[in-house]
T-cell receptor
Framework: GQNIDQPTEMTATEGAIVQINCTYQ??????LFWYQQHAGEAPTFLSY????GLEEKGRFSSFLSRSKGYSYLLLKELQMKDSASYLC??????????FGQGTTLQVKP | EAGVTQFPSHSVIEKGQTVTLRCDPI?????LYWYRRVMGKEIKFLLH????????ESGMPNNRFLAERTGGTYSTLKVQPAELEDSGVYFC?????????????FGSGTQLSVL
């Protein structure tokens, strides 16, 4: 079967760094996506990894290890507006996105 | 540029009734997807249109669900008759085909409550 695991909830302090992990077992692998979703809003694209390594984009970075079926999203210099749900999704061999349940991040002052 | 829009944002209906959800993708996007999130679970794929054709409808739960995309523009998802387990948030997403790196643009979803 297809399975994507990520922590349900995380809490971090404003200004700190937080790492959200994602492990996956899917039917094929054609890239891993991270989306951010604020409550009641549309999920918005953050990053895409298809090769091993780190992709950096401003305060956000995403890492992928295909051999370990593992990714993480790193958020630096946390801001209150970063409080949201973070969705890990893998594109499988049919081209569909398979989502994890999402990690709700709460940033506290 | 307008994003993906979905209507209505919320719908409350009784079991046995019919509901039709609408999605307007980003103009020019050939790919249109429907996803659903049932409470406490992950977002799950329902189906995929390329222009007006159904490319993949393997995620549709049963024949009470009917999706259309007339003229390859907006899409509708009809649930008839609705059951309690159909409650959830229905997301629409659109994209331009760019290979596996293709990123989906999502709408805000329709919160469907079946009582």
């Amino acid at each position: 079967g297809q399975n994507i695991d990520q922590p349900t909830e995380m809490t971090a302090t404003e200004g700190a760094i937080v790492q959200i992990n994602c492990t996956y077992q899917t039917s094929g692998f054609n890239g891993l996506f991270w989306y951010q979703q604020h409550a009641g809003e549309a999920p918005t694209f953050l990053s895409y990894n298809v090769l091993d390594g780190l992709e950096e984009k401003g305060r956000f970075s995403s890492f992928l290890s295909r051999s370990k079926g593992y990714s993480y999203l790193l958020l630096k210099e946390l801001q209150m507006k970063d409080s949201a749900s973070y969705l890990c999704a893998v594109r499988d061999n049919t081209g569909k996105l398979i989502f994890g349940q999402g990690t709700t991040l709460q940033v506290k002052p | 540029e307008a994003g993906v829009t979905q209507f209505p944002s919320h719908s409350v209906i009784e079991k046995g009734q019919t509901v039709t959800l609408r999605c307007d993708p980003i103009s020019g996007h050939d790919n249109l997807y429907w996803y659903r999130r049932v409470m406490g679970k992950e977002i799950k794929f329902l189906l995929h249109f390329v222009k007006e054709s159904k490319q993949d409808e393997s995620g549709m739960p049963n024949n009470r669900f009917l999706a259309e995309r007339t003229g390859g523009t907006y899409s509708t998802l009809k649930v008839q008759p609705a059951e309690l387990e159909d409650s959830g948030v229905y997301f629409c997403a659109s994209s331009q085909p760019t290979g596996y790196s293709e990123k989906l643009f999502f709408g805000s979803g329709t919160q469907l409550s079946v009582l």
